[in-house]
């Protein structure tokens, strides 16, 4: 061995042991992380991450997930230790997304599987009915889970056949951020979700309350929160008395950055020729590119167009702050948790529980210019 080779082997060391803290710096901050985007993040290749996931594992200080990793729960941490376990049942949880929305659930749904003595046993899957299915039935088939906390996809046949096999299943099953449609008499079904037709209200009164008259509303078809935004914009004109006809209402559903430009040029143009100076904006990570190009074009924000996003996972980052209604994200996971137990608790005697939760109105620079202190309990944040 040369002299250099033990100082490089020492360097390999300790890159490898940086990168691992940095996984669990971003596991802390979002409560799970997918191989992909820590890949990407650090520079490596997903062999790499995989690797790295496997011996924090096996430390027991993150519990291994498909396609990613969570923080563990104590009972996971227990059994890393060789303690006695003691859990009382084991939940699946089988949710669309591990990076964007849903690991707020995830982390307030481990925290209250603590509390309540459950293991729950997550698995990523995607905004697919076919996928949703794949991945319950694997902890069916080999995690032997006595209930299910499940956010499925429930567009077309196939899931609308997805809600009638989970509704036939013969352990309790929780859908959490989805409500099943009246077409489909899944009577077992119990849910909790937030209000999101009350939060685009909200967010259409603040801007009504700020002197705006017109108030538009661009959305995404292919997310399951969209026709519960455009409902309750829709109320929220009614009630205002604002006309529904000439009212901007657009859909950039999937569309490429170079078709998004476009659109949204046309977005302003319509917005121009009805008077139109607000927008309500899902997802806010579309508000923010919608704020940049408005600033591209020369429009003001909020001057000459005021912008409210929907969802605020990213709104804080835009430039200017963007006011952005917020879910209650990890209580849609605490109290999923919640139905369950009480349903594993009590049985068939309990009623059928399907629980709604208000979201916030969090105010920053897009709608309101500057952050103000509110009569009305909405909730400020410092820029």
Same mark, same amino acid.
């Given at each position: 061995?040369?002299?250099?080779?033990?100082?490089?082997?020492? !360097?390999?060391? =300790?890159?490898?042991?940086?990168?691992?803290?940095?996984?669990?710096?971003?596991?802390?901050?979002?409560?799970?992380?997918?191989?992909?985007?820590?890949?990407?993040?650090?520079?490596?290749?997903?062999?790499?991450?995989?690797?790295?996931?496997?011996?924090?594992?096996?430390?027991?200080?993150?519990?291994?997930?498909?396609?990613?990793?969570?923080?563990?729960?104590?009972?996971?941490?227990?059994?890393?230790?060789?303690?006695?376990?003691?859990?009382?049942?084991?939940?699946?949880?089988?949710?669309?997304?591990?990076?964007?929305?849903?690991?707020?659930?995830?982390? !307030?749904?481990?925290?209250?599987?603590?509390?309540?003595?459950?293991?729950?046993?997550?698995?990523?899957?995607?905004?697919?009915?076919?996928?949703?299915?794949?991945?319950?039935?694997?902890? =069916?088939?080999?995690?032997?889970?006595?209930?299910?906390?499940?956010?499925?996809?429930?567009?077309?046949?196939?899931?609308?056949?997805?809600?009638?096999?989970?509704?036939?299943?013969?352990?309790?099953?929780?859908?959490?951020?989805?409500?099943?449609?009246?077409?489909?008499?899944?009577?077992?079904?119990?849910?909790?979700?937030?209000?999101?037709?009350?939060?685009?209200?909200?967010?259409?009164?603040?801007?009504?309350?700020?002197?705006?008259?017109?108030?538009?509303?661009?959305?995404?078809?292919?997310?399951?929160?969209?026709?519960?935004?455009?409902?309750?914009?829709?109320?929220?004109?009614?009630?205002?008395?604002?006309? =529904?006809?000439?009212?901007?209402?657009?859909?950039?559903?999937?569309?490429?950055?170079?078709?998004?430009?476009?659109?949204?040029?046309?977005?302003?143009?319509?917005?121009?020729?009805?008077?139109?100076?607000?927008?309500?904006?899902?997802?806010?990570?579309?508000?923010?590119?919608?704020?940049?190009?408005?600033?591209?074009?020369?429009?003001?924000?909020?001057?000459?167009?005021?912008?409210?996003?929907?969802?605020?996972?990213?709104?804080?980052?835009?430039?200017?702050? @963007?006011?952005?209604?917020?879910?209650?994200?990890?209580?849609?996971?605490?109290?999923?948790?919640?139905?369950?137990?009480?349903?594993?608790?009590? !049985?068939?005697?309990?009623?059928?529980?399907? @629980?709604? =939760?208000?979201?916030?109105?969090?105010?920053?620079?897009?709608?309101?210019?500057?952050?103000?202190?509110?009569?009305?309990?909405?909730?400020?944040?410092?820029?």
């Amino acid at each position: 061995m040369s002299p250099d080779q033990p100082h490089e082997a020492a !360097g390999r060391a =300790l890159f490898s042991l940086q990168r691992r803290e940095r996984l669990m710096e971003e596991l802390r901050a979002h409560g799970a992380v997918t191989v992909r985007d820590i890949a990407v993040k650090l520079g490596v290749s997903e062999l790499t991450i995989r690797r790295d996931v496997n011996l924090l594992a096996d430390e027991g200080l993150v519990s291994r997930v498909h396609g990613g990793a969570t923080l563990p729960s104590r009972l996971d941490r227990a059994a890393a230790a060789g303690r006695p376990q003691s859990h009382s049942y084991a939940i699946g949880m089988v949710v669309p997304s591990l990076d964007y929305y849903w690991p707020q659930v995830i982390s !307030g749904a481990r925290a209250e599987a603590e509390e309540q003595n459950l293991r729950i046993l997550v698995r990523g899957s995607a905004y697919d009915a076919a996928d949703n299915r794949r991945q319950v039935q694997a902890l =069916l088939d080999n995690q032997n889970v006595d209930g299910l906390i499940v956010a499925p996809d429930m567009t077309g046949e196939q899931g609308q056949e997805l809600l009638r096999w989970l509704n036939a299943l013969p352990i309790p099953v929780v859908l959490a951020e989805r409500r099943s449609p009246i077409e489909i008499p899944a009577h077992r079904l119990e849910w909790v979700a937030t209000d999101h037709a009350f939060g685009a209200g909200m967010a259409v009164r603040h801007l009504w309350q700020e002197g705006h008259r017109r108030i538009g509303c661009l959305t995404d078809s292919s997310s399951p929160t969209s026709p519960h935004v455009v409902r309750g914009w829709r109320q929220a004109l009614a009630a205002l008395k604002i006309p =529904l006809e000439g009212s901007v209402h657009e859909d950039s559903a999937k569309q490429e950055n170079g078709e998004r430009a476009r659109h949204f040029d046309h977005v302003l143009e319509l917005c121009e020729k009805t008077g139109t100076t607000a927008m309500l904006v899902h997802s806010d990570t579309q508000a923010v590119a919608f704020v940049q190009h408005c600033v591209d074009r020369g429009r003001q924000v909020p001057g000459d167009m005021a912008i409210v996003g929907y969802d605020d996972e990213v709104a804080y980052l835009a430039e200017p702050a @963007i006011s952005a209604v917020r879910p209650p994200k990890q209580y849609v996971g605490k109290v999923a948790v919640q139905l369950m137990a009480a349903r594993l608790a009590e !049985g068939r005697m309990r009623p059928v529980h399907r @629980i709604e =939760l208000n979201p916030e109105l969090i105010l920053r620079e897009s709608s309101v210019g500057a952050p103000r202190v509110s009569g009305s309990g909405v909730l400020q944040e410092s820029l």
